[in-house]
């Protein structure tokens, strides 16, 4: 949603203007004929109305030598902004600003409610497949992108988009950092991703972000800006690739159960609310695999000590965040009660 400045502005405030400049003729009207008259304001304003828009009716009373000469004086005045009115709003429809309208206002409304959602920061090609695997799996949203181009990409794929520079603060606070679940820095360059993430934690110290960095030095400085995680597009690309070559079935597997179109399998990340039934059980104990048929790959730790394959006997903290592996329905039927 570009910002609207200059002629932009004026434009958009072109059908305001022109409502209330005919709202100003017809209230004179009425207000004329009920001074100049002394009719009621009923007739005066009726008066006006088939002066103003040359109806042709008759006069409703009959008129003094000041009423013809202010009934003259409406018809020239009010024809004009009767014309300018119509004409404009009709062109308003007809070239489809009326629609661009709407359109931003809708979005702008979406700014001010939309909450535990993620802001992506830049629509490039990292950007764009971070949106479509967020959409794929439903969880809210908003862009941030300054280049026009990309935005309008962002726009057309019916993305929630807004044209700014996500290192400004005010721009955070614009697309409701305050009510964010995370930041994701993707934008061009590792400068830009270090003060955007900077800005993000100097706002909110607790929210989660990951950055996207280029190389080991970025890496370095996007850990200290405050990034809760940084991944390099290049490493893990060539990583992938590498154990392609090495383990293709392994791979394969991971790929399964990491997708967001796959509905037979799913891996995914639970947390263990503190006032869970499941919380100081064990795994035995809480007989996840038989009652829910998900299999617990690992336990993340508050501490983000990760046991993988853990025993039978290891304890469920509150806090913790099962790495499951299941049917999707299943792991809901899960998540369900982990946040009991």
């Known amino acids: 949603m570009p910002d609207q400045k200059g002629p932009k502005l004026l434009r958009a405030q072109g059908p305001v203007f022109a409502v209330a400049l005919l709202a100003a003729v017809t209230l004179s009207g009425t207000l004329g004929y009920m001074a100049i008259e002394g009719w009621g304001a009923w007739d005066a304003f009726y008066m006006s109305a088939i002066t103003i828009t040359t109806v042709g009716y008759r006069e409703i009373h009959d008129l003094s030598f000041y009423g013809q000469v202010w009934t003259v ?5 009010g024809v004009g902004a009767a014309l300018y009115v119509f004409t404009l709003l009709a062109t308003v429809v007809v070239e489809g600003g009326l629609d661009e309208r709407l359109k931003q206002r809708r979005q702008a409304r979406m700014l001010t409610t ?39 990409a962002a726009m057309m794929d019916g993305l929630l988009a807004v044209q700014a520079d996500a290192s400004h603060e005010d721009v955070l606070k614009r697309v409701g950092i305050d009510r964010a679940r995370g930041l994701i820095a993707a934008v061009g360059t590792d400068a830009e991703n270090v003060y955007t993430v ?3 934690r100097v706002l909110r110290p607790d929210l989660f972000i990951v950055g996207r960095a280029e190389g080991d030095d ?24 590498a154990q392609t070559a090495i383990r293709p079935a392994v791979v394969d597997f991971m790929t399964l159960a990491t997708s967001s179109d796959n509905l037979e399998l799913a891996m995914e990340e639970i947390t263990v609310e503190p006032g869970s039934p499941l919380v100081n059980k064990s795994l035995l104990d809480a007989n996840l695999r038989q009652r829910f048929g998900v299999i617990v790959v690992a336990i ?8 993988f394959n853990p025993e039978p006997d290891t304890a469920i903290r509150g806090g913790d965040k ?10 809901r039927r899960l998540e369900v009660e982990a946040a009991a």
């Open 114 to 152: 939309i909450q535990d959602h993620f802001i992506v920061c830049g629509y490039g090609r990292i950007g764009s497949i971070i949106a479509h695997q967020l959409r794929q799996q439903n969880v809210p949203f908003v862009i941030v992108e300054r280049d026009p181009v990309r935005l309008q």
């Open 322 to 331: 099962l790495v499951v592996l299941g049917r999707p329905h299943s792991l």
């Open 73 to 77: 004086l409406l018809l020239f005045s």
């Open 300 to 307: 993340q730790r508050e501490d983000r000590h990760m046991d």
């Open 198 to 200: 900077l800005s993000a």
């Open 218 to 241: 970025a890496t370095r400085k996007l850990l200290r800006a405050g990034a809760n995680r940084v991944v390099s597009p290049y490493q893990i690309g060539a990583v992938q690739m």
